[in-house]
């Protein structure tokens, strides 16, 4: 008798050879595109100013904070803005802390000068 292949589906039966070659590419292409997506990632990265970022952090933190005239945006919204552009900026000294630790040294102490003179 023929030997069976080891792949099985999800229900428990055998695969066809084709469909098993057919699964194992499309593993490896995966694979493939997920580099990509990291260099991608970096990459854009990379081209964000952090000094940029903290701007924009502040001009949230004026903005909710200011009594003499109310937010425009709702406070929901603010939260989730000042949320995203943290995360950004946390991706951002990350990568700093991998690829030159001399800005991130610089940037760390910057941040730290912010949180103290609020």
Do not use: C, H, W
Request: charged share 40%.
């Amino acid at each position: 008798m023929g030997r069976r292949s080891i792949n099985t589906t999800k229900s428990g039966k055998f695969m066809n050879p084709t469909d098993q070659a057919r699964k194992e590419a499309r593993k490896k292409e995966l694979k493939k595109n997920k580099k990509q997506r990291q260099l991608v990632r970096a990459a854009v990265l990379k081209g964000k100013d952090p000094q940029q970022i903290i701007v924009e952090l502040e001009a949230i933190d004026k903005m909710e904070y200011d009594t003499s005239n109310p937010p425009m945006l709702n406070e929901k919204v603010l939260n989730d803005k000042r949320k995203k552009l943290k995360e950004t900026f946390d991706r951002v000294l990350r990568l700093y802390e991998k690829e030159d630790p001399e800005m991130y040294i610089q940037m760390k102490k910057q941040v730290i000068f912010l949180i103290f003179s609020v």
